[in-house]
C-alpha cells in the first residue's frame, strides 16, 4: 500500500448550490512535483484551501503524515510541515523584505513571543533568514520595504515566506503569475533545488502549460469541483477528454 | 518603519541624534520642578499619563492594525481599582500595580470576546464594552460613588514594606514619581516592538492570513496585543487618582477613548515616539487655544483632519522627513 504524504478522502465544499469541490479523494506522495490545473472555476483553489485549512469541509477527510487534519486550523498545519502562497500577493508590505523573511524563521523557532530579545540578536533567524533573501535573489532588495518591490519580486518574496517555514509540503497557488521569464526561471529553479535539497514536495495550480509541462511529475485535472484526469504529464497530454475540456490543441 | 543595513555591533554609535535628543528631553523634564511652578508639574504629568495611554492603544493599533475605541473603560479599570485601593490601604505602589493589574485581568477578559473580530466589527464591540464599563462606573453607586465618583483619595506615600517610605504630598515628588514610572514602561514599549513579539503583531497587521501561514495562531497574539494596551490604559489610569483626589465617571467615557487616538494621529501611528509626541502637541493646543476659544476642541479636530489628510505620518513623520532631506546618505540599502 503506498504511504502517502497527504491524502484525501470524498473531499466536498458547497457555496450555497455550486459544489466547487465534489468529492476529491486523492493521495500526494513525498518528493512528486504535483501541478492541479484546469478552467477557471473548476475547483483548483478551493481544494487547495480545504487543504490548508483556510476552508473546512463540509464532508471528508484530510490526512497529513497518517494524521487526520481535517479540523486543524492553517497555523497548526504549518506547525506540522504544511505552508502554501496565495493567488492574490500575500506577503508583510510594510515590512522590509529582510523582516517579511525573519517571520517564518522566528515562527519556526518559536520565537515569535520573546518580548525581551532584540531582533538582531535572533542570531539563528536572521542567517536563516539571510540564506533565504540570497536564494531568492532579493539580497540586494533586503532593506526595501516589500510594498515597493516589483510585481515579480513581491512573488518570489511570497515563495520565500512560503518556504521559509521549511515545509514538507508546499503548495503554491499560481506561483508565475505576471513574471517575466527571468524570473519565472529563477522560481522554478528555487522549487527543483529545495525539491532535491530539502526534500519539499511542491504542488502548484498554474494556468502556464509551459510551466506545469517542464516541471511537474505528475498532474491533476480538475473540472467541476471534480478529478478529471491524474496521471502523468505524457498521460495527460495523451488523454482525450482532457484535451476536448481543457488542453485543446495547446500541448 | 524601514530598517538599514545590517550594522555589525563594533561599528554602532553611542552618541546619535535620536539618543542626544531624547537624552536632552530626558534632562528637561528632571528639571522640570526647579524651573517650572506646581500648574507646569501638574500639566506634565497629564502629558505623561495620556503618553502612556496612547503608547498602549497604539501598540493595538499602530503596530497590531486593531482599532479600539474602548480603551477608556480600562483606563476607568486601573482608575477606579488603584483609587479603591488607596482609600483601603494607603500604599501608592500597591494601588498603582493592583490598579494596573485589574484593568490587564479586564482586558484578557474582554480581549478574548473582542478579538475574535476585526475591523469595524472589532471597534463596536470595544466601544459597547466600553460603555458597559461607563455605565457601571455610573450606576454601580456603592462601588464607584456613581455620578460623585470617588473623592478623597490620598496621595498616598510610595511604601515598599521594610525598606523604604517616601511621602508623595508634594506635587514634586509625585512628580518624579509619574516621571520614573513613564520613563520604565516606555522603555519596555520600546523594547517590545523592537522583539520578536513586535514584529509578530506589524506582521498581523500588514496581512494575517500572511501570518498564520508562517504558523502563527493569529488570534492568540491579536489578544497578547490587546492586554498590553489594556495594561498601558490601566497603568495611566492608575496615576490620575493621586494626582486628582477623585475618580469621576467620564473618565470611563467613549470620549476619553478618543484622547488617545487623537493623540496618536497627531503624533503618528508609524513611529514609536509618535504617541509621546502627541499627547504633548495634544495638551500644547488645548492650552493655547483655550487661552482664545473655550471651542478649543473644535480647533484640535481641523488639525487632526489637516494632519490625515495631508500628513498621515503624523508631525514625528513630517520631523523625520525634514531630517532624511537634510541627511540623504542616510539611506538604507
Not at chain 1, 465544499?13 to 492541479?36: M, P
Request: charged share 15%.
Amino acid at each position: 500500500m503506498t504511504e502517502y504524504l497527504l491524502e484525501t478522502k470524498g473531499l466536498r465544499k458547497t457555496f450555497g448550490r455550486l459544489a466547487a469541490v465534489a468529492g476529491v479523494s486523492l493521495g500526494l506522495t513525498e518528493g512528486t512535483l504535483a501541478a492541479v490545473i484546469g478552467p477557471n472555476g473548476a475547483g483548483k483553489t478551493t481544494l487547495i484551501n480545504l487543504l490548508t485549512g483556510l476552508l473546512t469541509p463540509d464532508t471528508g477527510t484530510v490526512r497529513f503524515k497518517g494524521e487526520d487534519i481535517t479540523r486543524v486550523p492553517s497555523h497548526g498545519r504549518v506547525r506540522r510541515g504544511l505552508s502554501r502562497s496565495f493567488q492574490i500577493m500575500n506577503i508583510f508590505p510594510n515590512l522590509t523584505v529582510r523582516q517579511n523573511l525573519l517571520l517564518p524563521a522566528l515562527s519556526r523557532r518559536g520565537r515569535n513571543l520573546h518580548a525581551v530579545a532584540r531582533l538582531e540578536d535572533e542570531t539563528g533567524a536572521n542567517a536563516e533568514a539571510e540564506e533565504l533573501l540570497r536564494e531568492i535573489g532579493l539580497w540586494d532588495h533586503r532593506g526595501a520595504r516589500a510594498g515597493a518591490l516589483s510585481h515579480g519580486d513581491q512573488r518570489l518574496l511570497e515563495l520565500g515566506i512560503a518556504v521559509g517555514t521549511r515545509p514538507k509540503l508546499c503548495f503554491l497557488d499560481e506561483p508565475c503569475a505576471g513574471m517575466n521569464p527571468i524570473e519565472r526561471q529563477t522560481v522554478l529553479g528555487l522549487m527543483r533545488k529545495l525539491s532535491g535539497q530539502r526534500r519539499t514536495t511542491f504542488v502548484i495550480v498554474e494556468h502556464d502549460m509551459d510551466v506545469v509541462f517542464s516541471l511537474a511529475e505528475r498532474i491533476v485535472v480538475m473540472n467541476h469541483g471534480e478529478v478529471l484526469a491524474d496521471g502523468t504529464p505524457a498521460e495527460i497530454r495523451e488523454n482525450r477528454v482532457v484535451r476536448e475540456t481543457y488542453l485543446g490543441a495547446e500541448v | 518603519m524601514g530598517e538599514g543595513p545590517v550594522a555589525s555591533p563594533g561599528r554602532r554609535r553611542i552618541v546619535t541624534p535620536g539618543r542626544s535628543a531624547i537624552g536632552g528631553l530626558v534632562l528637561a523634564l528632571l528639571l522640570l520642578p526647579l524651573v517650572g511652578g506646581q500648574y507646569a508639574q501638574y500639566v506634565a504629568i497629564q502629558v505623561l499619563i495620556l503618553s502612556l495611554f496612547a503608547l498602549g492603544f497604539n501598540i493595538l493599533f499602530g503596530y497590531t492594525g486593531l482599532l479600539s475605541f474602548g480603551q477608556a473603560g480600562f483606563y476607568a479599570v486601573g482608575a477606579y481599582g488603584c483609587a479603591k485601593l488607596l482609600l483601603l490601604t494607603p500604599s501608592l505602589l500597591f494601588g498603582v500595580v493592583g490598579g494596573t493589574l485589574l484593568a490587564g485581568a479586564a482586558a484578557l477578559v474582554l480581549g478574548v470576546l473582542c478579538i475574535r473580530h476585526t475591523r469595524i466589527y472589532f471597534s463596536m464591540l470595544t466601544l459597547a464594552f466600553g460603555m458597559m464599563i461607563f455605565s457601571m462606573a455610573l450606576k454601580w453607586r456603592d462601588f464607584t460613588g456613581g455620578d460623585d465618583g470617588l473623592v478623597g483619595i490620598p496621595r498616598a506615600p510610595l511604601e515598599i514594606p521594610g525598606l523604604v517610605s517616601v511621602s508623595m504630598a508634594s506635587m514634586g515628588r509625585y512628580y518624579y514619581f509619574v516621571l520614573a514610572v513613564s520613563l520604565v514602561a516606555i522603555a519596555i514599549a520600546y523594547r517590545l516592538v523592537h522583539s520578536p513579539l513586535g514584529l509578530t503583531f506589524q506582521g498581523i497587521r500588514d496581512s494575517e492570513g500572511r501570518m498564520a501561514f508562517t504558523g502563527v495562531s493569529v488570534r492568540t497574539y491579536r489578544l497578547i496585543a490587546f492586554v498590553i494596551a489594556g495594561l498601558y490604559a490601566g497603568l495611566a489610569g492608575a496615576l490620575l487618582p493621586a494626582l486628582e483626589n477623585t475618580v469621576t465617571p467620564p473618565v470611563a467615557h467613549w470620549t476619553t477613548s478618543a484622547d488617545p487616538v487623537l493623540a496618536t494621529l497627531l503624533g503618528g501611528i508609524q513611529a514609536f515616539a509618535g504617541p509621546i509626541v502627541g499627547a504633548f502637541l495634544y495638551f500644547m493646543i488645548k492650552d493655547v487655544i483655550v487661552r482664545f476659544t473655550e471651542y478649543w476642541l473644535i480647533w484640535l479636530g481641523i488639525i487632526v483632519v489637516v494632519l490625515v489628510m495631508g500628513f498621515r505620518g503624523g508631525v514625528v513623520s513630517l520631523a523625520t522627513a525634514r531630517w532624511r532631506v537634510h541627511r540623504p546618505g542616510r539611506e538604507g540599502a
